[in-house]
Nanobody
Framework: QVQLTESGGGLVQTGGSLRLSCAAS????????MGWFRQVPGKEREFVAS????????YYGRTAEGRFTISRDNDENTLFLQMNGLKPQDTAVYYC??????????????????WGQGTRVSVSS
């Protein structure tokens, strides 16, 4: 099992930037992909971005493309999400996820096996 701990959330004004981090521990050698999702109360968890460890393929959700950048530090087992040009509609709890099994896709919550507790991002207008 993999343990994930997110950090970096907070309150920012419209147009501002935040960098989220996700530290992975435990059986990190089993991780095949990681991703970011976000959720607001009453709505389903929304895909933000993901990255496959083998090959490095990166995918972005529609609302993230062009503004957010996903990256990873291999040595530190850490995943990042650089968010620029933030908008009030980006306000949500952001979750980090890890895939240790097999999945053809890495853009849906059910594709991932382990989840962090989330970090809250609030964007004021």
């Amino acid at each position: 099992q993999v343990q994930l701990t997110e950090s970096g959330g907070g309150l920012v004004q419209t147009g501002g930037s935040l960098r989220l981090s996700c530290a992975a521990s435990g059986r990190t050698v089993d991780i095949k992909a990681m991703g970011w999702f976000r959720q607001v109360p009453g709505k389903e968890r929304e895909f933000v971005a993901s990255i496959r460890f083998k090959g490095g393929s990166i995918y972005y959700g529609r609302t993230a493309e062009g503004r957010f950048t996903i990256s990873r530090d291999n040595d530190e087992n850490t995943l990042f999400l650089q968010m620029n040009g933030l908008k009030p509609q980006d306000t949500a709890v952001y979750y980090c996820a890890a895939l240790t099994g097999i999945s053809a896709t890495i853009a849906f919550p059910d594709d991932f096996d382990d989840w962090g507790q989330g970090t809250r991002v609030s964007v004021s207008s």
